[in-house]
């Protein structure tokens, strides 16, 4: 994470960046990376899923599926799906420090997921953190998740006092 004044200083900020690479195990098929035997990504995500969802009435759908004259069974393959709006992914992040409060200007389609999201992570009240938006365009989910460089302009705007922008 680099913070600049400019986009040449930060980019040559980031030229002073060294990184230490370390080859992992890599499974790139979506089901076989969930099955025994497959490099385990996180040691606290068992057969690389970090969490499963169903919704609806299980006793009725397998009731249902009891009475069926039929049962189709079809497996779908979905690839790995980027969502890439055409606008980029950024934000603002202000801090006022004489009452204490954060306000992140960023475009998400869920903002009151997202306050929520950033109180439990710094720790904060509600009333110390607000998350604005403008106009936002379609983005089929990608834009409802909290993603770190938020929480870093954050973070970043409070060290420095000033407001953050990341783009």
């Not at 009891?66 to 799906?81: D, F, Y």
């Not at 980027?82 to 409060?101: F, I, N, Y």
């Amino acid at each position: 994470w680099v913070v600049a004044e400019t986009p040449e200083q930060a980019a040559d900020a980031a030229a002073l960046v060294e990184v230490d690479w370390d080859d992992l195990p890599v499974a790139m098929d979506c089901v076989r990376v969930m099955q025994p035997g497959a490099p385990q990504i996180w040691s606290d995500a068992p057969r690389n899923i970090c969490f499963e969802w169903e919704l609806g009435d299980a006793a009725a759908v397998e009731a249902a599926f009891g009475k069926a004259a039929r049962i189709v069974e079809l497996a779908v393959r979905n690839n790995r799906i980027v969502q890439s709006p055409m606008e980029t992914r950024g934000c603002l992040a202000h801090h006022d420090a004489a009452a204490d409060k954060l306000t992140l200007e960023t475009g998400t389609q869920m903002p009151n997921p997202m306050k929520t999201q950033i109180v439990g992570l710094l720790g904060l009240k509600p009333e110390q953190i607000r998350v604005t938006v403008d106009d936002v365009g379609g983005g089929f989910g990608g834009r409802n998740s909290l993603y770190p460089e938020q929480v870093l302009a954050l973070l970043s705007a409070k060290a420095l006092r000033r407001p953050v922008k990341w783009m």
